[in-house]
């Protein structure tokens, strides 16, 4: 027999419940979007679960609150340095200068990263952490699924995998899937 079809017609369709695609679907939804978030697992948190470290950031309040000074400028070059100057030097350097505003994105969902430290590569101080030190990953996760639940114009689809992207006239236009 057949599987039944359900259609579902919505503003946005995220694919992956990790913490970039529980962001997206987050934004979306304070910005009055209707939105499917799709995810092949029986639960959220992707590869974010497994992170433990922190968040780098330059220029945050907090680093300038506990008197670290850190430039943009100097996380590029860290960056850059780290990755045998073989990354895009643009797109480090708009992660870097949008580095600040993603902590305090993360401050407006209840989900302050307020621990600096030295990571890695780093010329400062600039791994955000969970005040009690605890990994940033499960932190996050924990976060954003609360965050999400406060929005009706969420809909989580677990054991749900995208299968396909469908378009028109090569503009993608919805998204066909399995549970």
Do not use: C
């Not at 939105?35 to 029986?42: D, G, Q, R, W």
């Not at 679960?49 to 400028?73: C, P, S």
């Not at 307020?114 to 990953?137: C, L, W």
């Not at 932190?139 to 028109?168: H, R």
């Amino acid at each position: 027999a057949e599987a039944a079809e359900t259609v579902y017609d919505v503003d946005v369709v995220v694919v992956g419940a990790g913490g970039a695609g529980m962001t997206a679907a987050i934004n979306a939804a304070q910005a009055g979007k209707n939105v499917i978030l799709l995810e092949k697992m029986p639960y959220a948190g992707g590869n974010t679960t497994k992170a433990t470290g922190g968040m780098n950031a330059a220029e945050t309040h907090y680093q300038k609150e506990q008197g670290i000074e850190d430039t943009v400028e100097q996380f590029v070059e860290d960056t850059m340095e780290g990755g045998h100057q073989l990354n895009d030097r643009d797109l480090v350097t708009k992660m870097a200068e949008d580095s600040a505003e993603g902590i305090d994105w993360l401050d407006s969902i209840g989900a302050p990263l307020p621990k600096i430290s030295f990571s890695g590569g780093a010329t400062n101080q600039r791994i955000h952490a969970p005040e009690d030190g605890s990994g940033v990953g499960a932190y996050l996760v924990t976060a954003l699924l609360k965050k999400m639940s406060e929005y009706d114009n969420i809909k989580v689809m677990y054991n749900t995998a995208a299968t396909k992207l469908l378009s028109e006239d090569g503009t993608v236009n919805g998204v066909l899937a399995e549970d």
